[in-house]
């Protein structure tokens, strides 16, 4: 197994010849440098200064954000990649090591209001993006997933299966082991240990998403986090401490688990079945119960036995 740092994160790879490791440390890293936020000289933060002008995007920028925005309209918001001035008013304008002071306090984030059905103009033939005035796009996660899924799909057609890349929590699975996949879920509150353990077959993407990492305090002493309910301006608060998705691709798994998190275990079932029928959810509430919905079955490689097991 291969491990390297990028976005932030810790990445993996298995099944890798030496030369496409080298080759994956570089695309994510090239990845990172495009798409963050936090540096004043990648693409993405020149496309967010824009003030609503067209801004012409690289192939990368502009298939990122398409895809991104796909989802947008495909959970009617719920999925938001256009947060970045809102994350910035919540306190989070800056890589999250380096945040040591609390945000002022704020009950509502006013930026959310004014984010509209089409808040990018997205033109195909010329690759230009025209953000709406005062929108700003952060694509956190998903920009992880996103390029993990895509240099899975350009190692698939150099002939490379099995294989699996791991990007800070989200992991692209191709091809099956002849043991199949059996994948660690992390244990919240015991770092060192797993939680549960899947076991799966055939190729797929796992998306795990928490609001219990990315915390801070504003200046009364409020807990606030990363994952925002657009529908509310404030930071999600379902019930659920952690969401394991399993999902045909991984972008598709990481849009899940964010827009469970924002809704809650009550709402799972019924929104998956609507909106990504081909999908499961393990879900972890505060009190360490579990709940589990979706098509989880159709990945099991537990031959006469379930899916996933509890780790105690």
Not at 57 to 77: C, M, N, R, W
Request: charged share 20%; with cysteine; net charge positive.
């Amino acid at each position: 197994m291969h491990k390297f740092r990028a976005m932030n994160a810790l990445f993996f790879t298995a099944g890798l010849p030496q030369l496409f490791r080298r080759s994956a440390m570089n695309w994510f890293i090239y990845v990172e440098n495009k798409l963050t936020r936090f540096r004043p000289d990648s693409e993405l933060s020149a496309l967010n200064r824009c003030g609503g002008r067209p801004f012409a995007a690289s192939p990368l920028l502009f298939d990122v954000i398409s895809e991104a925005d796909l989802h947008y309209q495909k959970t009617e918001g719920l999925f938001n990649p256009y947060l970045g001035a809102a994350l910035c008013e919540l306190g989070y304008s800056r890589s999250f090591e380096t945040l040591t002071e609390p945000s002022k306090t704020v009950t509502a984030i006013r930026n959310i209001a004014g984010i509209g059905p089409r808040p990018a103009g997205l033109n195909r033939e010329t690759r230009r993006i025209t953000l709406e005035p005062g929108i700003s796009v952060d694509l956190g996660g998903f920009a992880k997933g996103w390029s993990a899924h895509h240099f899975a799909l350009k190692l698939q057609k150099e002939g490379i299966s099995p294989g699996a890349i791991g990007a800070g929590g989200d992991i692209a699975l191709w091809g099956t082991p002849r043991e199949g996949w059996h994948i660690g879920i992390a244990n919240l509150w015991q770092e060192e240990r797993d939680l549960l353990k899947l076991h799966l077959h055939g190729t797929l993407g796992i998306a795990t998403s928490s609001p219990m990492k990315r915390r801070w305090t504003d200046t009364d002493g409020k807990i606030l986090h990363h994952i925002l309910d657009p529908r509310r301006g404030t930071s999600a608060d379902s019930g659920l401490a952690q969401v394991t998705v399993v999902a045909p691709n991984l972008p598709e798994a990481e849009v899940c688990a964010k827009c469970i998190l924002i809704l809650g275990a009550a709402a799972r079932a019924q929104w998956l079945r609507g909106h990504y029928p081909w999908s499961a959810m393990i879900g972890v509430k505060h009190d360490r119960s579990i709940v589990v919905s979706g098509m989880l079955e159709q990945y099991n490689a537990a031959k006469g036995g379930i899916p996933y097991e509890l780790i105690s």
